[in-house]
């Protein structure tokens, strides 16, 4: 097979790449919205140090079969001493306490290593615990369990204890914090030893406190049945030992506007607005109003929609009338349209043509890009050698030529004609 000819390549080349880049392209772009970020909380010193603390811990457990490694563990043993207590050891721990992105650990860390080395050297024996020793007794940062603030004073309800377990006490175990307990639903009190609104004592004895649940409205009762309440909660009266919705509707206790009614519930009461139709309203619909609203009238017992539209009430020419809720609108009538506040009739628009709107110019440029592509095309298969094909490449160009050459004659004659 005969090389194909370079020359039937580069004319379709350059007709396609002349027409791809007569196109826009579509472009994707992925936009990616940055996670929000919570607002961040420091953790309370004191829980900063209890995980420090716990973490080292760990690190002890870690490291409690390791020894030097170094060849000669018992001249290490004999000369340094065993690697249980060795700086080997606390450095190994150290260097894992906390992770990379723990800031409050290593801010801690840096403060306190000092002290961790004076531990581990000197006060293991006598202060086992860690914790209290670091955190409590030299940082002052913690309480014992059941203590709070700056003196570590007792919870209510006492250390053993703290808010009778039914609850918890603000700031427990920290150098922080008030010392309120924060009761359980259904407790309350200083302490949480007593039952809190709503509930009664089901069961009590010198360590043991159990609540339960009154009748709904009940606020204070002796026992779980409606007839055992003691007080109402707010939109209920107490009546007989039991608790009797108050109708706020029926009393002066409502207070809703004047385009509004009032509709009772159980311990309470809503306002709702009137209907469009009413001035004021006895409830809900148009048959409720006290009295119609413009644009309405009386009918019977409602207050129904009056129709201006019946009445001739556009002023305008060529105006109509719109009927509307309680109101009217005057519009241009069909085949109209408002043009500075008058109607005037709508002229309808010629049909237009595919090339309607574009001007001579661009017809002309549009025109020549036409029969380019024409003859790149025949162009390219006259580059294939066919004969056909040639002599209508060649008809093509003198037919271009020579239409050219009449535009610019006669537009060179109007020109010398005109004077130009």
């Known amino acids: 097979m005969a090389p194909r000819s370079s020359r039937g390549i580069a004319p379709a080349l350059l007709c396609g790449l002349s027409l791809f880049l007569g196109f826009p392209g579509l472009v994707w772009v992925q936009i990616s919205v940055p996670p929000q970020s ?47 207590d060795s700086e080997t050891r606390l450095v190994e721990v150290l260097e894992g306490v906390c992770s990379k992105s723990d800031f409050e650990c ?15 050297f000197h006060k293991q024996q006598e202060a086992p615990d860690l914790f209290q020793w670091l955190c409590s007794d030299s940082l002052k940062l913690c309480c014992p369990s059941g203590t709070f603030g700056p003196s570590c004073l007792p919870c209510p309800g006492g250390a053993e204890r703290p808010c009778g377990g039914y609850g918890h006490c603000e700031g427990e175990g920290t150098r922080g914090g008030s010392g309120h307990c924060d009761c359980q639903a259904g407790y309350g009190g200083e302490a949480c030893g007593q039952c809190g609104l709503g509930y009664f004592e089901a069961e009590r004895n ?6 339960s649940a009154c009748f709904g409205p009940c606020a204070r009762c002796s026992g779980p049945e409606e007839s055992h309440c003691l007080q109402c909660k707010k939109g209920w009266a107490l009546h007989h030992l039991k608790c009797v919705d108050i109708d706020e509707c029926g009393t002066e206790r409502a207070s809703c506007g004047a385009d509004q009614f009032c509709v009772n519930t159980e311990g309470s009461y809503e306002c709702r607005d009137c209907a469009k139709a009413c001035l004021g309203c006895m409830g809900a619909g148009p048959g409720r109003c006290k009295k119609c609203s413009p644009g309405y009238q009386q009918v019977g017992s409602k207050c129904l929609d009056v129709d201006e539209c019946e009445t001739a009430v556009c002023p305008g020419e ?48 549009l025109q020549q890009m036409f029969f380019g592509v024409i003859i790149c095309a025949l162009a390219t298969l006259a580059a294939k050698g066919d004969l056909v094909f040639t002599a209508i490449f060649i008809g093509a160009v003198a037919a271009m030529t020579g239409y050219w050459l009449s535009e ?4 060179v004659l109007e020109g010398f004609i005109k004077g130009r």
């Open 318 to 365: 060529n105006q109509q009338c719109e009927n509307a809720e309680g109101s009217y609108r005057c519009v241009c009538a069909d085949g109209y349209k408002q043009m500075e506040g008058i109607c005037v009739k709508e002229q309808i628009p010629e049909s237009a043509g595919f090339f309607s709107e574009m001007t001579e110019d661009e017809l002309v440029v």
């Open 38 to 84: 919570s607002p961040h909380t420091e953790p309370h010193p004191c829980h900063t140090c209890r995980g420090l603390v716990d973490s080292f811990n760990k690190g002890l457990e870690r490291t409690i079969r390791d020894n030097f490694g170094g060849g000669n563990t018992a001249w290490e043993e004999e000369k340094l001493s065993k690697y249980k």
């Open 106 to 120: 290593h801010r801690l860390l840096e403060l306190s290593e000092e002290l961790v080395e004076s531990w581990w």
């Open 408 to 411: 610019r004659s006669d537009r």
């Open 206 to 211: 010198a360590s043991h406190l159990v609540c």
